[in-house]
Structures are given as structure tokens and as C-alpha cells.
């Protein structure tokens, strides 16, 4: 079983920036693909960012490309996100979430097996 937990998230100015953090337990880290999606109140679970178990392959949702970025310590079993520039309509909650071992990183909320609890992004203007 895999335990993700999320950190890092709070309330920031509008052209401020965080950089969010996801921890995962058991040895097999290296091997899964990661990603963070988002949810707005009201609003669906969006994907945001995925990255390989061995961190040489990465994707991201077409709105959040330049300001967003994944990055993994596998020696830490930590996938990051940075963001840049924040927005009010970046307030959600961030969730990272693991593919089974082996698996290749995807765009698709339904692919991926496990989550954490999420970390509220609260961005004032």
C-alpha cells in the first residue's frame, strides 16, 4: 500500500509563488509515476502535472505550462510542484497522486490508483 501526503500549500499573495511537496511511503517509488491534480470548490479534480518514475519524462496541462513545474527526489520518495506567479484562480486543493509500478505517466484522474489528502492553495488578490 502506498501513503501519499502532501505539504507545503497556505495562503499567498496574487505573483507569489510555493512550492508543494508529496511524500510517499514503500520502496518501490522510483518506479511510479506521480502527478498533482487540482479541485476548485464546485469544481472537477483537474490534472495538472505528471512526471516518470525515473523523472526524464514530463506532461502538463496546456493552461499551467511555463508557471507549473514537477520535479521528484526518488533518494527523498518526494515529488514537488513549483509554482510560479500565483493566481486567485489557482486557489484550490492540490493532490498528488501514484500510478501502479511500472505504469506510464497519464493525463487521466481514473489512472491513477493512489491519493493524499490534499493541501489547500489559498491565493489573495
Known amino acids: 500500500q502506498v501513503q501519499l501526503v502532501e505539504s507545503g500549500g497556505g495562503l499567498v499573495q496574487a505573483g507569489g509563488s510555493l512550492r508543494l511537496s508529496c511524500a510517499a511511503s514503500?520502496?518501490?517509488?522510483?518506479?511510479?509515476?506521480m502527478a498533482w491534480f487540482r479541485q476548485a470548490p464546485g469544481k472537477d479534480r483537474d490534472f495538472l502535472a505528471t512526471?516518470?518514475?525515473?523523472?526524464?519524462?514530463?506532461d502538463y496541462e496546456d493552461s499551467i505550462r511555463g508557471r507549473f513545474t514537477i520535479s521528484r527526489d526518488n533518494a527523498r520518495n518526494t515529488v514537488y510542484l513549483q509554482i510560479n506567479s500565483l493566481k486567485p484562480e489557482d486557489t484550490a486543493v492540490y493532490y498528488c497522486?501514484?500510478?501502479?509500478?511500472?505504469?506510464?505517466?497519464?493525463?487521466?484522474?481514473?489512472?491513477?490508483?493512489?491519493w493524499g489528502q490534499g493541501t489547500q492553495v489559498t491565493v489573495s488578490s
Open positions: 512526471i516518470s518514475g525515473l523523472g526524464s519524462r514530463t
Open positions: 514503500g520502496p518501490t517509488f522510483s518506479g511510479r509515476a
Open positions: 497522486a501514484a500510478r501502479v509500478v511500472g505504469r506510464p505517466p497519464s493525463t487521466f484522474r481514473y489512472e491513477y490508483d493512489y
